[in-house]
């Protein structure tokens, strides 16, 4: 919404922000729901990250019959038993997409 995008901090400090957390927790491998878009949208932004998979396309491996990728309420469905409160919300996609990953690498 343009509240949000009104109240958003600046990129250059989000940036900093980002990358001292990568740093302090060592992260040496991500994952990202759809990781063609994430992946895309972050080095046209100068952002290089240590990807590992994309969940969204080992989800679609995973759920019989699927000729396309799932979004990810419909996963959240198939492998959550639930959908999630909100949709297109980065933090509550981040979460959910983390729990579909949790029970696809566990199974």
């Known amino acids: 919404a343009r509240a949000d995008l009104l109240a958003a901090p600046d990129f250059l400090d989000v940036r ?10 060592a992260v040496n491998r991500v994952w990202s729901y759809n990781r063609a878009f994430d992946e895309g949208m972050l080095l046209r932004s ?3 990250l240590p ?5 969204m ?4 491996q995973r759920m019989p019959h699927r000729a396309k990728d799932p979004p990810l ?24 997409a983390a729990q579909v990953l949790a029970v696809l690498l566990r199974t």
Not at 80 to 94: K, N, Q, V, Y
């Open 57 to 60: 396309r080992l989800a679609r």
């Open 16 to 25: 900093a922000r980002f990358d001292s957390w990568l740093k302090e927790h």
């Open 73 to 96: 309420r419909e996963a959240s469905m198939f492998f959550l038993g639930f959908e999630p409160d909100t949709a297109h919300r980065a933090l509550s996609d981040a979460r959910t």
């Open 51 to 55: 990807w590992e998979g994309c969940v």
């Open 46 to 48: 100068g952002v290089s």
